[in-house]
Structures are given as C-alpha cells and as structure tokens.
C-alpha cells in the first residue's frame, strides 16, 4: 500500500490518467466544444506565415526588426561592433536572415542600442534608402 501525500484517491488518479490519454497520444487537442480549445491568435500578433523577419523583406517594418533583435540581444550584448553583435545572435540560436544581414555591417561600427543597430540595417537596405 502506498502512503503518500497524494489529495486524490487511486481511482480518481485513474480516471484523471485516462482522460489524458488521448491527448497525450494524440498531440492537439480532442475536446468537441471550442471552450476548452486553446485561444485563437489575436489581430496584433505578428504574422508568421511568410517566415522569420528580415531587414532585407520589404513587408518588414523598422519596428518589427528592432522587436526580432531584441528578442535575441540584451542590455549586455551591448556597446558592440557588428561581429560580436552576429556572434551573440548566432549563439541565441537567431535566424540566418536575421544575423546575416549584421554581420556585413561596416566592422568599424559600433553600436550601443538595438535602436541604433535597427537603425544601421534599415539604412543599409538600398530598398528603404529611397
């Protein structure tokens, strides 16, 4: 017998291991009723069907680049020239499309903000210069 400090009773236990069981095998949700469905994205998250943002894609905004690298650069990666700032976006696991464009970035440059750097790759977009 065991004797622990479990609040539910052993058939309990089984009934709750049972109605797990095929979500479990399954993988996506096996409820009919769309409450218990998890929530729809909402009409402000960003879209990610046509892949990870770039600065070099037209359909990107400055702002959703200066959102992507601060997802992967901290206050810390901060004074940097553009080969740490790629180094530290590589090491982040960051998209290619993302850390590319950083790394041809002019080496004696040196930017202290995501701000700065945003503004550094939107600026070196011939596309956006004009």
């Not at 949700?29 to 402000?44: K, L, Q, V, W, Y």
């Not at 590589?90 to 945003?118: F, G, I, K, M, N």
Request: avoid cysteine.
């Amino acid at each position: 017998m065991q004797r622990g400090s479990n609040r539910l009773s052993a058939h309990r236990d089984e009934e709750l291991k049972h109605e797990l069981r095929d979500l479990l095998r399954s993988g996506h949700p096996t409820r009919a009723e769309e409450r218990h469905g998890s929530e729809p994205a909402a009409e402000d998250d960003p879209e990610l069907a046509g892949g990870p943002i770039a600065p070099g894609s037209p359909s990107a905004p400055p702002e959703a680049i200066r959102l992507e690298l601060s997802r992967y650069l901290g206050r810390h990666s901060f004074p940097a020239d553009p080969f740490a700032l790629a180094l530290t976006l590589q090491d982040a696991h960051a998209p290619d499309a993302l850390a590319d464009p950083v790394a041809r970035l002019p080496h004696t440059a040196r930017y202290t903000s995501v701000q700065e750097l945003t503004d550094a790759l939107v600026g070196a977009d011939p596309e956006r210069r004009g």
